[in-house]
């Protein structure tokens, strides 16, 4: 019976690696869709990977460019009429 167990222990671990793979080459190669970068960014979130933004890297880059929330001007709402 154990051997069972393994034998989908084993499928699930192939699926999981599969969806990694295939995310993966999705994303260098360009094709990933807006729905499939959704999957990915939870993929990832399940999984318990994390970063943070380094100084020279594509992601601290990225924080960078962000603008300083404490120098954004709050925009009075509008009422709804």
């Known amino acids: 019976?154990?051997?069972?167990?393994?034998?989908?222990?084993?499928?699930?671990?192939?699926?999981?690696?599969?969806?990694?793979l295939?995310?993966?080459?999705?994303?260098?190669?360009g094709t990933i869709s807006s729905s499939e970068l959704s999957v990915l960014r939870q993929f990832l979130k399940d999984n318990n990977i994390s970063a943070q933004p380094v100084e020279g890297t594509p992601f601290g880059d990225l924080v960078s460019a962000l603008p300083d929330l404490d120098k954004v001007v709050q925009m009075p709402r509008r009422r709804v009429a």
């Open 22 to 29: 295939l995310l993966k080459e999705k994303l260098q190669d």
């Open 1 to 20: 019976m154990a051997k069972r167990s393994n034998d989908i222990n084993d499928q699930l671990a192939d699926l999981h690696m599969g969806l990694a």
